[in-house]
């Protein structure tokens, strides 16, 4: 059964024409986060990634390779599991898409669609661009190639065609009655305008290769990949064979993109749904694009940044807490190694793993080594805990709308509030003259440092879990709800050790 509590969310299925750089564990990422946040504050999520392995772009790279597609999807999306594993992502499933049940699924759509009477077939006639799988207009071309700067070729092959053209009005409707359906705003606006435009009908099937998903009844015809990788989105709910999460988790979908493909998601895949007789998903949200010192990242350019020797490096909560921070709702974000090791030693070393730090030792050396008693508030104590308690609902209101750069913001506001406390509080100064006082400074520190360390859990899951053992926290005390429990006073702390060593600049 449906209830609010559910919560749908998806990256991209990744092509394997190559393996994964920074641009693609940033969609993995964000999704991710708020995952583990949504599961944090008690809801009951479904986290989705997978591999999109048909095409004629993937056909022909494993053909330059010298290796049969299937043989060269397998290693590659091995490549991206390994990736996940790496992320520590807690995805509930990982699709591919040459899977049966995907295939069985593909054609399932494809066969409501049809049997409603969106599907007719004729011939296509005009340009395709294999790098971006996608058909174009002749008015969309730019000096003879897609809009995306990629070669186009010419295509003339019997197809079949979706009637898109059908669902524009519908289409302009459900954007109408749904603003959030399509985020952030700037891009909810180019997407009207592109429908306002007028549709044309969609060719849906080629004939001339032959790796892709077969048209049901129709062998020498395989389906459109983009009408086959969208329908991932309903394979993972167990589409068509089983009801129980179709039910409970859609339409209560996010899907997560990069404003590269938002098209596909805010136009083709709502009209498919439409068309199929299930309702849009909620929320497309598409992000922006990651450059590297200023350009854009690209396998043609080579400056492409594999992720896992960033990990290797630096560690996966230094990457996933820069990548998160340095991405602002809508725009593009650029990842220099400067940049990154400057954030990771202010930011993390010393606002965050300083706080902690110096706090959690001095109650282990001069407070008893454990959870000190609080005796009467003053406005300052109070102040801080409130802005402490606050920051649930601003994190919960930054990840209602996928700003994971905001979540950052509002816990490093509260980091930088509670070291300006212990500045001006000074507790080694209360030692001398008020122990009471000094314990109460304390108690509120644990406290603030104890929401920040459950909050932070989405964003740097392996440092936040350090910091929740050193505060000696249960496991059913690590979530949301748990922060309305007072801490216990007299708990035994552990020995502190640091979560975020601070690096040093090669040059
Ligand atoms: N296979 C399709 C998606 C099908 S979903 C039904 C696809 N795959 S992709 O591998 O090319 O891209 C996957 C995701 O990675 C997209 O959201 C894309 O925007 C994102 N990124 C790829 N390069 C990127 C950057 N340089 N920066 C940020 N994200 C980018 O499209």
């Known amino acids: 059964m449906k209830n609010n509590n559910s919560y749908y969310i998806t990256t991209p299925i990744y092509y394997v024409n190559d393996v994964p750089h920074i641009g693609s564990a940033y969609t993995s990422i964000v999704a991710d986060t708020l995952a583990r946040f949504m599961r944090l504050d008690g809801r009951d999520v479904k986290f989705v990634t997978g591999t999109d392995e048909y095409g004629l772009k993937v056909e022909r790279t494993a053909a330059g390779k010298g290796l049969g597609a299937q043989e060269y999807v397998d290693q590659i999306s091995k490549s991206f599991r390994h990736l996940a594993g790496k992320l520590l992502l807690t995805n509930d499933d990982f699709i591919r898409t040459t899977e049966p049940r995907h295939v069985k699924a593909a054609q399932a759509l494809w066969n409501r669609i049809s049997d409603r009477g969106y599907i007719y077939k004729s011939k296509y006639a005009g340009w395709y661009c294999v790098r971006d799988e996608a058909f174009y207009a002749e008015k969309e071309l730019v000096d003879g190639k897609a809009p995306t700067g990629a070669d186009v070729e010419w295509v003339e092959e019997e197809s079949y065609f979706f009637a898109l053209s059908k669902f524009q009005e519908p289409l302009l409707e459900y954007y109408a009655s749904h603003p959030d359906f399509i985020a952030p705003n700037s891009r909810r606006n180019e997407v009207l305008r592109f429908v306002e435009s007028g549709l044309l009908d969609l060719s849906i099937s080629r004939t001339t290769f032959k790796w892709g998903v077969p048209v049901p009844g129709e062998e020498n015809h395989i389906m459109y990949v983009w009408m086959d990788a969208l329908t991932n989105y309903l394979t993972a709910l167990g589409f068509p064979d089983k009801d129980v999460e179709i039910e409970k988790y859609w339409p209560e979908s996010i899907h997560l993109v990069g404003k590269d493909i938002l098209r596909f998601h805010a136009v083709y895949w709502p009209a498919f749904l439409m068309a199929a007789g299930f309702e849009p998903p909620k929320r497309v949200f598409a992000h922006g694009w990651w450059t590297a010192d200023g350009q854009k990242i690209s396998k043609s350019l080579g400056n492409a940044i594999d992720p896992l020797p960033l990990i290797e490096e630096f560690g996966l909560d230094q990457l996933r807490y820069f990548m998160l921070q340095q991405m602002p709702l809508g725009s ?128 740097v899951p392996l440092a936040a879990e350090k910091i929740m053992d050193q505060l000696a926290l249960t496991v059913t005390e690590r979530n949301i709800a748990a922060l309305n429990s007072p801490l216990e006073v007299g708990r035994a702390l552990p020995e502190p050790v640091g979560v975020f060593p601070r690096i040093q600049p090669l040059s």
């Open 332 to 459: 593009d974000g650029d990842f220099s190694r400067s940049l990154f090791i400057q954030k990771i030693n202010s930011n993390l070393a010393n606002d965050y793993g300083n706080l902690v730090q110096r706090v959690l030792s001095f109650i282990y050396k001069n407070a008893g080594a454990a959870i000190p008693q609080a005796e009467d508030l003053t406005s300052e104590d109070q102040i801080l805990l409130e802005s402490a308690h606050q920051l649930i609902d601003k994190m919960r209101q930054a990840a209602d709308i996928q700003a994971t750069h905001k979540m950052c913001e509002y816990l490093w506001q509260v980091i930088g509030d509670a070291n300006r406390y212990v500045d001006t509080q000074a507790p080694w100064a209360l030692k001398k003259t008020d122990v009471l006082r000094m314990n109460t400074v304390l108690y509120v520190l644990v406290d603030v440092i104890r929401h920040l360390a459950v909050l932070s859990s989405a964003i």
